[in-house]
């Protein structure tokens, strides 16, 4: 089992910064893909932006050139540098961990954080 837990939200103006962080604890060897995900009200989660372990990254379109991820692996945490903050970026940001699909494992392969909220007013 793996356990992610997240910090950095909060209330920012429109065209201001937040940094995201999430430490992974438990049995992270192996652990390949970290990344974030974020829901707001009435819409469907989404992903932002994913790092796996070797350091290839992939980025939702809407946060390229504003966002960026980056990852300690020594540290087994993941950081979510996000800029030039928008009201609509306003959502709650899960963290996320998977284990390679390529893996046997008889445990779940994508773990969740509890979630933390980023509130960016106009």
């Known amino acids: 089992q793996v356990q992610l837990v997240e910090s950095g939200g909060g209330l920012v103006q429109a065209g201001g910064s937040l940094r995201l962080s999430c430490a992974a604890s438990?049995?992270?060897?192996?652990?390949?893909?970290m990344g974030w995900y974020r829901q707001a009200p009435g819409k469907q989660r989404e992903l932002v932006a994913v790092?796996?372990?070797?350091?290839?990254?992939n980025y939702a379109d809407s946060v390229k050139g504003r966002f960026t991820i980056s990852r300690d692996n020594a540290k087994n945490t993941v950081y979510l540098q996000m800029n030039s903050l928008k009201p609509e970026d306003t959502a709650v940001y899960y963290c996320?961990?998977?284990?390679?699909?390529?893996?046997?494992?008889?445990?779940?392969?994508?773990?969740w954080g509890q979630g933390t909220q980023v509130t960016v007013s106009s």
């Open positions: 438990g049995n992270v060897f192996r652990i390949d893909a």
């Open positions: 996320y961990a998977a284990y390679p699909r390529s893996l046997k494992i008889n445990a779940p392969y994508d773990y």
């Open positions: 790092i796996k372990s070797g350091g290839s990254t």
